[in-house]
């Protein structure tokens, strides 16, 4: 069963920064393209970032200049650096890759649990 793990959550000031890292494991031949998500509560889900497996990146607009996603592909992970966080990033992250377990395969959206981050103001 392919999963993705997230950690780096927690709670820091507003100005400061978190790092935010996401394990995928399972059968997992390769990935395909890898991204955060956030929902605030009582709002959507939204996009935050997405990577491309070539590196090619995207984010929202809300947090460009303050965060940068990063992946390895060999440790089949993805990384947020969060810097100059406001309140209004308060949300819980999660992460999201495209995963096939083979050639014969279509690749499949997996989810993992999600990790809070909280900013005080």
């Known amino acids: 069963q392919e999963q993705l793990v997230e950690s780096g959550g927690g709670l820091v000031q507003a100005g400061g920064s978190l790092r935010l890292s996401c394990a995928a494991s399972g059968s997992i031949f390769n990935i395909n393209e890898m991204g955060w998500y956030r929902q605030a509560p009582g709002k959507q889900r939204e996009l935050v970032a997405t990577?491309?497996?070539?590196?090619?990146?995207n984010y929202a607009e809300s947090v460009k200049g303050r965060f940068t996603i990063s992946r390895d592909n060999v440790k089949k992970m993805v990384y947020l650096q969060m810097d100059s966080l406001k309140p209004e990033d308060t949300a819980v992250y999660y992460c999201?890759?495209?995963?096939?377990?083979?050639?014969?395969?279509?690749?499949?959206?997996?989810w993992g649990q999600g990790t809070l981050v909280t900013v005080s103001s």
């Open positions: 990577i491309s497996i070539g590196g090619s990146t």
């Open positions: 999201n890759a495209d995963v096939r377990k083979s050639l014969l395969h279509k690749y499949v959206g997996v």
